[in-house]
């Protein structure tokens, strides 16, 4: 499944297809999902991958882990520089960027895809505090991003297994 691309689902499926067969909280389908969806047509990053992916990062808008919603995290993406603080190293909360809304927080999660997938970010501020850290891959599907984004090597085809529940 190709990380560049228009929807690979219509957007109506998508959230039918969470809410039957997902249980995401009420926070990801009202405010999440629209600015997730809106950033991947932006870049033309397929914006089944992005909510899937941001589905598996967020717990579907449960925030389980160490990012919490106040974050507009939708991805873990972490700070630019880690470890210059003790607090702000490994998986420690202050470790993972936090932005002003979920708007920035699906366009820096958009942005990274990008600098991953290889697609220059043209004409817009670069709101990803990593971009320029991963600037220069070339991965083509949502299944190399494993050991990648994520240290699991089944990370990338865990995010194709939900994008593929979201579109049946």
């Not at 047509?41 to 882990?65: L, N």
């Not at 699906?106 to 600037?135: K, M, T």
Request: hydrophobic share 40%; proline share 7%.
């Amino acid at each position: 499944m190709r990380i560049i691309g228009p929807p690979s689902v219509a957007a109506d499926t998508v959230r039918a297809n969470l809410t039957a067969r997902f249980s995401p909280h009420a926070r990801f389908i009202a405010e999440m999902f629209p600015a997730l969806w809106r950033a991947g047509e932006k870049y033309s990053i397929d914006p089944v991958g992005v909510v899937a992916q941001s589905y598996k990062e967020t717990a579907g808008g449960k925030f389980t882990g160490a990012v919490k919603p106040q974050f507009y995290n939708t991805c873990g993406l972490k700070i630019r520089h880690l470890g210059v603080l003790p607090e702000a190293s490994g998986d420690k909360p202050l470790a993972h960027s936090m932005f002003a809304s979920w708007e920035v927080g699906a366009e820096a999660h958009v942005q990274h895809l990008c600098a991953y997938a290889g697609r220059p970010v043209e004409g817009a501020l670069i709101v990803d505090p990593r971009y320029w850290l991963v600037s220069g891959s070339a991965l083509k599907n949502w299944s190399d991003l494993g050991t990648r984004w994520a240290p699991s090597p089944t990370y990338g085809n865990e995010i194709e297994t939900i994008m593929t529940k979201l579109g049946a």
